[in-house]
C-alpha cells in the first residue's frame, strides 16, 4: 500500500535519509530520487538514481534500495520492511516492490503526470505447454518439500 509521508517523530529521520539519497543522483546528472529501506527501525538499504551514470532503465531509487536490502537480509522476502521515497513509485517499481512483498511504502511527493510509455508489441510464441509444464513441475516439487 502506497502512503505519502505523515512526518512524525521518526519519520523527520527518515525524510533526512530520504533526501539525502536524493541529491546524489545529481551528480550524475540523474532525476533526483532517494529511497531507503527500513526493517525494525534501522535502515538496510540505500538507493538514488542512477540510470544516467550506469546507462541502464532498471537503476531507479527503489531498485538499488531493494537490491542493497535483499543482500543484507540474505532474502528477497520483505514482508517485514519498509520503504521511505521522495518520489511516488513508477509501475516498474511498484511491481518490485510487490515482488518483495514490501510492508508499507510512504513517499514525499506523488507523480504529478502520468507516464507516457509506449506499449511495446506482445505476441505469444509457440512453445506454451512446455513452459507451462515446467512452472506447474517447479511449484509441485516445491510443495512436496
Known amino acids: 500500500m502506497c502512503v505519502p509521508f505523515i512526518i512524525g517523530d521518526n519519520m523527520n529521520k527518515y525524510v533526512e535519509e530520504v533526501l539525502k539519497e536524493a ?10 530520487i532517494g529511497a531507503i529501506i527500513v526493517q525494525n527501525g534501522k535502515i538496510i538499504g540505500r538507493g538514488h538514481n542512477t540510470r544516467e551514470k550506469q546507462k541502464l ?8 534500495a531493494l537490491e542493497q536490502a535483499c543482500k543484507r ?27 518483495a512483498r514490501i510492508g508499507k511504502i510512504y513517499y514525499l511527493t506523488a507523480r504529478d503526470k502520468i ?14 505447454e512446455e513452459a507451462q509444464y515446467l ?3 517447479f511449484f509441485k516439487a516445491k510443495r512436496r518439500k
Open 23 to 32: 541529491k546524489k543522483s545529481l551528480k550524475s546528472d540523474d532525476v533526483p
Open 57 to 64: 532503465v532498471t537503476r531507479h531509487a527503489e531498485i538499488n
Open 73 to 99: 537480509k540474505k532474502d528477497w522476502y520483505l514482508n517485514d520492511c519498509e520503504i521511505y521515497i521522495t518520489l511516488e513509485p513508477c509501475p516498474m517499481c511498484l511491481n518490485a516492490l510487490a515482488q
Open 115 to 128: 507516464e507516457h510509455i509506449k506499449e511495446p508489441i506482445k505476441e505469444q510464441c509457440s512453445g506454451a
Open 135 to 137: 512452472i506447474k513441475e
